[in-house]
Nanobody
Framework: QAQLVESGGGLVQAGASLRLSCAAS????????MGWFRQAPGKEREFVAA????????AYAESVKGRFTISRDNAKNTVYLQMNGLLPEDTAVYFC???????????????WGQGTQVTVSS
């Protein structure tokens, strides 16, 4: 029943911006904290950003702090990741996920999207 669908990825040059979107269905979206994770080839899936259900708390990985912004629109059942100043090391498949409360560890997330590819060239 639960489905998360990411979109907005693509191929861009270093310094460019992208906004990722994640549309949720099959869950009561406003009751879940939402997170973004990414996985590069040969790497573990790592935390990027998360936002609480109330949009009052956020958390970011140090590597993206100041460049990425997570937000949500509960009326649209959608969470966003605004990515500015993209770097080649940001290249990865980006996943959105849902948890009961704000978490930074992937083990706490119940539902996952299929991922969207972000590739940043130098």
């Amino acid at each position: 029943q639960a489905q998360l669908v990411e979109s907005g990825g693509g191929l861009v040059q270093a310094g460019a911006s992208l906004r990722l979107s994640c549309a949720a269905s099959g869950i009561t979206f406003s009751r879940y904290a939402m997170g973004w994770f990414r996985q590069a080839p040969g790497k573990e899936r790592e935390f990027v950003a998360a936002v609480s259900w109330s949009d009052s708390r956020t958390a970011y990985a140090e590597s993206v702090k100041g460049r990425f912004t997570i937000s949500r629109d509960n009326a649209k059942n959608t969470v966003y990741l605004q990515m500015n100043g993209l770097l080649p090391e940001d290249t990865a498949v980006y996943f959105c996920a849902a948890a009961s409360t704000l978490r930074t560890s992937k083990e706490w997330y119940y539902y996952w999207g299929q991922g969207t590819q972000v590739t940043v060239s130098s």
